[in-house]
Each structure stands twice: as structure tokens, then as C-alpha cells.
């Protein structure tokens, strides 16, 4: 089955500066690949998604890249602000899975003032 | 749009009983919703993808007449833990997608359930 394993744990940033969080999967054949964010106690808000047939996306700060090749995404957040603090996860699914996600284990962001 | 809702959002009970918790997609027709467990500062663990009309598929180690899992409808899945005890007590929540192929889950405000 697929896994995923993101990196890093944790992440503390001064507000305005970015922040970077990279994952990896294994299963060749997923081709959706949604972050979601979740502050203590909350849901998990889809914040950006991209599918294979794409590269990269935007979406005014927040951006991912994927490489198909290498089998890695990132997600990249610039000009921080507090507000962005919470627990990011990655996710992949495969097209083979019922529309099933394998989550990363998640990645604790700090934006400091 | 994309709406789901998850009731309750708390809940404590004694040792021994059954508590069940309810997943509703608001605004879409939700033909696969998945059930998740997440202890504290840990990702999401599928538990269970439930498709309307049909058994529950359930991940391996999650046994499967502990967590009673019901889709009776393309809006309402129901999550039922059968005689919770304190190492049951955790973050449950679900998720639901919509009709067609490539569809993004969106997730239910969870339920913390406590078991004394």
C-alpha cells in the first residue's frame, strides 16, 4: 500500500519569512495530493490540492509542487503570519485505493512575531 | 458548499456503553465517507470506508464489531463504538466525498469521545 513520510516534525518560523514542508510517497499510481491544516482540537481544512497531470499550483501564499518522478510534494507557505500556525499533513491517494488518503504523520508550525 | 457535519462534538460515558456518533454531508451527496481515529499530536488513522448501501470496509486491526459502521443513506453515516472502554477514548472524526471520480474529502468537526 501507499506511504507517505513528511518531514520535517516541526517547523518554527519568524512571521514574513516562508516555510517549506516536503513529503514523500511510494505508490507510483496516486495521483491526488491534498494538505490539509489543523488547528488543536479542529477538523482538517483542505488548504490546497494538485493532481498528477500538474506540477505546481498557487494560491496566493500558499503553493505545492510535485515531482512524479522522484515521487516527492511540498508545500510552501510565504509571508507567514501567526495565524498560520497548526499541524500541516500531506496526504496522497492512489487511484487503485477507493478514494482512500494516506496521511503523513504531520508537521507542527510555529510563526513566531 | 462542501459542508459536513459530525454530532456530538463531546462526549463522556461510563465504562461499558455504547456511544454513536453521526456524520451528515450538508450540501452533497456523499457516496463514500471514511471514519478516522487521531490520538493527541498524531496523524489520522483510517479506521473504516463506508459506501451507501453496502458494508463498511474496515482497516486491518480495526475490528470491525467494536466499531459498527452504517451508510444508510447518500447524506448520513453513523459510527457506533460497542461497549467503549477507557482505551477507546480518542479523537474520532469522518470525512465524506462527493459523486464522481477525483473528489477531495472534507472532514467533520470530530468528536472527542471520553470513556471513564
Known amino acids: 500500500g501507499e506511504n507517505v513520510e513528511q518531514h520535517p516534525s516541526t517547523l518554527s518560523v519568524q512571521e514574513g519569512d516562508s516555510a ?12 491526488y495530493f491534498p494538505w490539509y491544516k489543523q488547528e488543536l482540537g479542529k477538523r482538517p481544512q483542505l488548504i490546497i490540492d494538485i493532481r498528477s497531470n ?36 500531506c496526504a496522497a491517494r492512489s487511484t487503485d485505493s477507493w478514494g482512500k488518503l494516506q496521511f503523513g504523520a504531520g508537521t507542527q508550525v510555529v510563526v513566531t512575531p | 458548499g462542501a459542508v459536513v457535519s459530525q454530532h456530538p462534538s463531546w462526549v463522556i ?54 466499531f459498527l459502521i452504517n451508510h444508510a443513506s447518500l447524506t448520513l453515516s453513523t459510527l457506533t463504538v460497542t461497549s467503549a472502554h477507557p482505551e477507546d477514548s480518542s479523537f474520532y472524526i469522518c470525512s465524506a466525498t462527493g459523486v464522481g471520480n477525483n473528489q477531495p474529502q472534507h472532514f467533520g468537526d470530530g468528536t472527542r469521545l471520553s470513556i471513564l
Open chain 1, 20 to 31: 517549506v514542508i516536503k513529503c514523500t510517497y511510494s505508490d507510483s499510481a496516486s495521483n
Open chain 2, 13 to 66: 460515558c461510563k465504562s461499558g456503553t455504547s456511544v454513536k456518533i453521526e456524520c451528515r454531508s450538508l450540501d452533497f451527496q456523499a457516496t463514500t465517507m471514511f471514519w478516522y481515529r487521531q490520538f493527541p499530536k498524531q496523524s489520522l488513522m483510517l479506521m473504516a470506508t463506508s459506501n451507501e448501501g453496502s458494508k463498511a470496509t474496515y482497516e486491518q486491526g480495526v475490528e470491525k464489531d467494536k
Open chain 1, 54 to 89: 500538474v506540477g505546481e499550483k498557487k494560491d496566493q501564499r500558499i503553493a505545492v509542487t510535485l515531482n512524479k518522478t522522484a515521487k516527492h510534494f511540498s508545500l510552501h507557505i510565504t509571508e507567514t503570519q501567526p495565524e498560520d500556525s497548526a499541524v500541516y499533513f
